[in-house]
């Protein structure tokens, strides 16, 4: 039997961002599957020798500086709750080390949008585009996004539009419940922030986080929810995310459903 021949260069790489992967986390690639004892042992070092050269092995310093989730999860409450605009809010998040996606990403996707809209949709974390431009929903799902929010007379200059998570997680997996945690107190205060009339929550995961549910997208969606920002009581509703209409297209009635619902509601809400 003639093997397969080997892949080339661009079909590895073709395959790898099929897959997800598409940033480097090190400099230099780790060969996982190699042998750690087939290594030369080194030179065992002389009795005097011993006891200053084991401690110096152990990675006390590296352990020491990895922030404890509790930490990591006050230290946001407390800078998200000074912060008196969002330009400062934006600023906290630039400086704020607290959570690791920060230095997986390329950069902060903070928001895009009117900071004054009376309608403002939140999903759960950025993408591959947004990533790379720094703006939330410019990628296929975001052009979906502009052609639902265009059917009740919106678009960007009428919307704010933003993330519960405001740092890619690599390879688009999903975030873990510690990195959700450290960055809800910030959208939040962006929430609150902002003061929209009426406050969307897109997917699964941004509606259990926002709304406090465990209840799925199915029985959530189209149905009205109160979101207490602490000084006031935002109408909430959650719908579909674009992503998984594009995997499901069949649900998009359902989406102009909830779409139609929203369009009613800020009509019936003065501005």
Request: aromatic content about 6%; hydrophobic content about 40%; some cysteine.
């Amino acid at each position: 039997m003639t093997p397969d021949p080997a892949p080339t260069a661009q079909q590895l790489l073709a395959f790898y961002l099929e897959a997800g992967v598409d940033c480097a986390l090190t400099d230099e690639p780790v060969n996982r599957l190699a042998d750690p004892d087939a290594a030369a042992p080194p030179r065992e070092a002389a009795p005097a020798q011993r006891a200053r050269t084991v401690p110096a092995t152990i990675p006390t310093a590296r352990v020491e500086a990895a922030p404890a989730p509790e930490a990591a999860i006050t230290s946001a409450r407390e800078a998200a709750r000074i912060a008196p605009t969002l330009e400062a809010l934006r600023e906290l998040l630039e400086k704020f080390d607290g959570c690791a996606l920060k230095h997986t990403a390329t950069r902060l996707v903070f928001a895009d949008g009117n900071p004054k809209a009376r309608v403002m949709f939140v999903g759960e974390a950025p993408g591959r585009d947004e990533d790379l431009e720094g703006l939330p929903f410019v990628g296929r799902s975001g052009k979906l996004l502009d052609r639902m929010i265009a059917a009740i007379g919106l678009d960007r200059s009428k919307a704010y539009i933003a993330n519960v998570i405001p740092w890619r997680p690599p390879g688009n997996r999903t975030p873990t419940p510690q990195e959700t945690q450290i960055c809800l107190p910030f959208i939040q205060r962006q929430i609150e922030l902002v003061d929209p009339d009426i406050l969307v929550t897109l997917g699964n995961p941004s509606t259990q986080t926002l709304l406090s549910t465990r209840e799925g997208i199915m029985r959530t969606r189209g149905r009205w929810f109160d979101y207490d920002t602490g000084t006031r009581v935002i109408r909430a509703i959650a719908t579909f995310h674009p992503a998984y209409l594009l995997r499901s297209p069949s649900y998009k009635r359902m989406s102009w459903q909830d779409l139609r619902a929203i369009a009613k509601a800020l009509e019936q809400v003065s501005p």
